[in-house]
């Protein structure tokens, strides 16, 4: 990969694998982190993207979630393979759901959602992903993925009710 | 756009609600990071941190293990000492490395491993290699999917790559949330496997298993194999640990674990190296056994880089149709082809009747200055870092100097250590480290105090290695 072809992969993607790691993780710093070792892997071993695998963008996504689960891992916070527990939203400062703005308690819905549910609203309500690029992605079956968003929905929907007159009227 | 508080949101109604989340672009300290400053991510930060300790003990050529514990995160300024590798040669040591594998508990102190001739080996045969340089045991439950870094520069997936993305056995439970991690209360060292150690194979064995209620491992499960026995061999001395067994609420409870076992031959290693050999037999297939495994001479590459060759071992044991997986580095790569190509099996089997099977391999070139002749010299005996960690009778630790700690300068520091016939430190020498910590690291050691080592009855000198892990806190 010639510094060009990495100069625009850097530009074109940046805001996706930044967005993406900072919606799972729900921390700017460790977005930022995990947005620059992604581009340094590419720098360093561009060969790992196979573009008969897939698209560049899934390629570096996929780098991201592997950085992701590493750093939460690392952090040894709560499993972040476990399916079903609710994460403890970020902590959000003072504010309570009658002062945050909508964003926020959009932002602080989703990060309460289990990591794996996390994701799959994520890459399919943000970055647009098909049911099958998430499968792919994320190495698990389509059906398992489908649950997963089901359930995330679901409880997006209760988590979100309070707010959801505001957001529609 | 009015509905009922009632009615649930529609897929589209809460996909319009998420969008109201707008992530931002990526900030503009991104570009100098990646492009400039080249500060190191978290990644880097965390996981390059011990391969000084480990290229120092090539060094010297010969290593057993030594093991640590996570450290604890809460200290302010954390000083860790890990003893470690080397490697030890011929019958005299072999003993040593006996008494030491006969050492029991290691957070207790119950058991003195006593004088470490007094121990009988009960190993036949050829012992020249402890089997690690050092065992990690870290309690996390995650994803155990290979992530890019865990096989360097090596692409994924590996065949049979197992991924952990079930919920655990019913009634187990994960650590977090009110559940406290097991803790390592006695050990075994793992073996290494004949078939290893002629292809020199080093390399990491993850583990899942759950920690009883009382304190046994159980429901193993290799997620991530290095091969050619010393996943077997990291079982079975797994399953011999005893553990502190997690808590929940003052009361035992079983627990999920994984633990990596690091093997590590250090003797004799040339600039190639083999981290993985996996075979994938047909289904109702015995794989073949490696019975040569030579290493040519190097051809002088300077590349430090992981390659991934798959091929087939045919019905006469022999290797053909390799394919590199690596499209990363062609030379390297029909380098280790070469080297593979040079390699015998006993040919897989079914029925009783040899078969073709196929298998991938990794190896690794890293470029080293050629440093053999250390391991010829004759002199005092080298002792693994672990034996001789268990004949210090006083210990002091390194003080973290104050400037290093304002900087938060931290890192391994590695000392070559040569202690005389009465025990004392004679002579301590930096092998790596930050000069700043390698001074703090000196003044302690020199004060350490060993059982002497026996030798056919007589004390001898020893050299062995020191590693000091200076952490600090987030």
Redesign the interface.
């Known amino acids: 990969m010639s510094s060009t072809d990495f100069r625009r992969a ?1 530009d074109e993607h ?2 996706a ?3 993406y790691a ?2 799972m993780t729900g921390s ?1 710093e ?1 977005a ?6 992604c ?3 590419l ?3 561009p ?2 993207f ?1 573009p008969a695998r897939g698209s560049l963008r899934a390629f570096l996504l996929g ?1 991201t979630r ?2 992701v ?6 952090e ?10 609710e994460w403890p939203a970020p902590d959000s400062g003072e504010g309570s759901a009658a002062t945050l703005g ?3 308690q ?2 602080s819905a ?1 990060q309460s959602l289990a990591p794996l549910q996390r994701e799959a ?1 994520v890459l399919f ?2 970055e647009g992903f098909t049911l099958d690029e998430i499968a792919s992605l994320t ?2 079956e389509v059906g398992t993925v489908k649950s997963r968003l089901h359930r995330a ?1 679901e409880r ?2 209760r988590a ?2 309070p ?3 505001g ?3 | 756009m009015e509905f009922n508080d009632r009615e649930p949101m529609t897929d589209e109604q809460l996909s319009t609600l998420l969008r109201k989340w707008d992530a931002g672009g990526a900030p503009r300290s991104l570009e100098a990071r990646v492009f400039a400053e080249r500060r190191p991510g978290f990644m880097q930060r965390h996981k390059w941190a011990l391969i000084p300790a480990a290229v120092c003990g090539l060094a010297i050529a010969a290593g057993v293990g030594a093991w640590l514990l996570r450290p604890v995160p809460q200290l302010q300024g954390h000083v860790e000492v890990v003893t470690a590798p080397y490697l030890e040669h011929g019958s005299a040591v072999e003993t040593l490395a006996a008494a030491g594998r006969a050492q029991g508990s290691q957070q207790g102190g119950t058991k003195d491993p006593g004088p470490t001739q007094a121990q009988p080996s009960q190993q036949q045969g050829r012992q020249q290699s402890g089997p690690r340089e050092r065992v990690s045991i870290d309690f996390f439950s995650g994803p155990a999917k290979a992530s890019p870094f865990d096989a360097k520069p090596v692409p994924e997936p590996f065949p049979q790559e197992t991924r952990i993305d079930a919920p655990p056995p019913a009634g187990v439970y994960r650590v977090g949330n009110g559940v406290s991690s097991p803790g390592l209360l006695q050990k075994k060292e793992p073996e290494y496997s004949e078939e290893a150690r002629i292809a020199k194979l080093s390399g990491t064995t993850l583990l899942q298993l759950v920690v009883s209620e009382d304190g046994t491992g159980r429901s193993f499960n290799v997620i991530r194999g290095v091969g050619l026995g010393l996943d077997e061999k990291a079982v079975a001395a797994v399953q011999a640990w005893r553990f502190k067994p997690g808590m929940k609420d003052g009361a035992a409870v079983p627990v999920l674990a994984s633990i990596e076992v690091n093997f590590r031959l250090l003797e004799n290693r040339g600039p190639w190296q083999l981290t993985r050999a996996i075979f994938n037999p047909p289904a109702g297939a015995v794989r073949p056994i490696l019975t040569a495994a030579p290493y040519p001479a190097d051809a002088g590459s300077t590349e430090n880089e992981s390659v991934r060759v798959s091929f087939e071992v045919d019905e006469n044991g022999v290797p053909i149709n390799f394919k590199g997986q690596t499209r990363g580095n062609p030379k390297l790569e029909s380098e280790a082809i070469g080297i593979l190509s040079g390699w015998r099996f006993q040919p897989g089997t079914r029925d009783g009747k040899p078969v073709t099977v196929p298998a991938t391999f990794d190896f690794t070139h890293n470029n080293l200055e050629a440093s053999s002749g250390a391991a010829s010299s004759p002199g005092p005996i080298r002792v693994g870092g672990e034996i001789a960690s268990s004949n210090v009778i006083d210990k002091v630790v390194p003080q973290y100097p104050r400037e290093a700690k304002a900087a938060r300068i931290q890192g391994v520091v590695s000392l070559a250590v040569r202690i005389g016939k009465d025990g004392h430190v004679t002579n301590a020498t930096v092998i790596s480290g930050d000069p700043i910590l390698a001074q703090a690291a000196l003044e302690a050691v020199r004060q350490w105090l060993y059982r002497p080592t026996l030798l056919n009855g007589s004390p001898v000198e020893v050299d062995t290695q020191v590693d000091v892990n200076f952490t600090l806190s987030k």
């Open positions: 850097f940046k805001n694998v930044y967005a900072l919606r700017a460790v930022e982190d995990v947005a620059q070792d581009f340094v892997q720098l360093r071993a060969a790992k196979d780098v592997n950085l689960f590493r750093h939460w891992r690392e040894s916070r709560l499993d972040p393979m476990d399916e079903d527990r909508l964003a926020a959009v932002a989703v609203v309500e943000y190495g698990a929905r997006l929907r979100l009710a707010v959801r007159n957001a529609f009227h």
